[in-house]
């Protein structure tokens, strides 16, 4: 915040930079401004981790979980649809607004609940092996892309914005309990060297500057990848790391959970 008011990097409306700030820029269509654009998808996880922890709360039960995430996948590319239609001022935002993505992250709350099942347990050992994950991965990223390639443009657009995002995000869902499940020896080792989870690490930092330090229109590149490299690393280091400390005091303090404490 600090770096893009001293550089004068800030967009055209105070309330976008606000936006962005509180992490509501999926709640406020007007927003703009390249180099905060991208909190857009922060701000939708924001909100969704509002929704999750309230669900818990409200149902309790296992069972009344899985059917709100059911109906919330099902609900929610039919309501993309609904507002290219109903609020054609809006058309261009569907994807940077709440019902955006909220249902591809709910697919993954889904799959943890259902893998807690034993009847899933083997349904996944009996019909998710290298075959079909090598499937789900080719419709994924082939077939659905060309798909909407192919297709008229409306129907294209319908698709895209409709199911193309539920289905991807259960293949990408499928895929990541095959390779937990069933993941190559190298693979695992690839995925688990130091330089992998660092970066794997430093991921949210390197997402949030990445607009400041990568965009075509300075004169950065290359040398913007090693810059944003460097703000990643501080960023982590002197801000990301002392916040986590401050929180894990606040929560030992105030919200020790109680050895009786329910779960589901």
Not at 17 to 32: I, N, V
Not at 163 to 177: D, K, N, Q, S, V
Not at 208 to 237: H, I
């Amino acid at each position: 915040m600090a770096v893009l008011w001293a550089t004068h990097i800030i967009p055209e409306d105070l309330r976008s930079f606000l936006a962005s700030l509180t992490y509501t820029w999926a709640l406020y269509p007007s927003a703009h401004g390249y180099f905060i654009f991208h909190t857009w998808s922060l701000s939708i996880e924001e909100l969704f981790y509002l929704l999750w922890p309230f669900l818990f709360v409200l149902l309790h039960q296992k069972k009344k979980l899985v059917a709100a995430s059911s109906i919330i996948i099902v609900l929610v590319p039919v309501m993309r649809i609904l507002f290219y239609y109903i609020f054609p001022s809006l058309r261009g935002h569907e994807f940077y607004m709440f019902q955006g993505w909220i249902d591809t992250m709910m697919v993954g709350c889904l799959l943890a609940l259902l893998k807690q099942r034993a009847a899933w347990e083997e349904w996944q050992q009996k019909f998710l092996n290298g075959w079909t994950a090598s499937a789900l991965a080719v419709l994924a990223f082939y077939i659905l892309p060309g798909i909407t390639t192919l297709l008229p443009k409306k129907l294209a657009g319908g698709v895209s914005l409709g199911i193309a995002p539920t289905i991807t995000a259960f293949c990408i869902g499928f895929l990541l309990l095959y390779c937990i499940d069933n993941g190559n020896k190298r693979m695992l080792r690839l995925l688990n060297m130091r330089l992998i989870r660092h970066i794997g690490i430093l991921s949210y930092s390197l997402y949030l500057w990445q607009q400041l330090f990568l965009s075509q229109a300075r004169p950065l590149l290359p040398y913007g990848y090693v810059f944003l490299v460097l703000a990643a690393e501080c960023s982590f280091w002197l801000v990301e790391q002392p916040s986590l400390r401050l929180r894990g005091r606040i929560e030992a303090r105030w919200f020790s959970v109680h050895p009786n404490t329910r779960r589901i």
